[in-house]
């Protein structure tokens, strides 16, 4: 479901800035999750990796023209999102 949800939002993106004529980029942002394995806990490091990769290949086959990982207050977030993103 999230790699569907990611995939179709990028789209909608994608289709209101060719309807406007604007030549201007998509942004898909990743994250922030609801973990931070420093903070909260209650994740593993394969876990988030895994989680930003579903995000990243979503929002990346609906066509944006880069990804923002957004708002990580875990340098080990930050991490596995930038592994997650790597692999998509």
Same mark, same amino acid.
């Not at 994740?43 to 990796?49: A, D, G, K, R, S």
């Given at each position: 479901l999230d790699i569907e949800l990611n /995939?179709?939002?990028a789209k909608i993106a994608k289709a209101?800035?060719?309807s406007s004529g604007k030549n201007?980029?998509?942004a898909g942002a990743i994250g922030p999750t609801t973990k931070a394995?420093?903070?909260t806990g209650g994740?593993?490091? /394969?876990?988030?990796?895994t989680a930003y990769f579903r995000q990243a290949i979503g929002l990346l086959?609906?066509?944006v023209d880069l990804l923002l990982v957004e708002t990580c207050q875990?340098?080990?977030n930050v991490k596995a999102a930038?592994?997650?993103?790597s692999k998509a």
């Open positions: /995939e179709k939002a209101a800035v060719h201007v980029f998509v394995i420093s903070v994740v593993t490091f /394969e876990v988030l990796i086959n609906g066509g875990d340098m080990r930038c592994i997650g993103i």
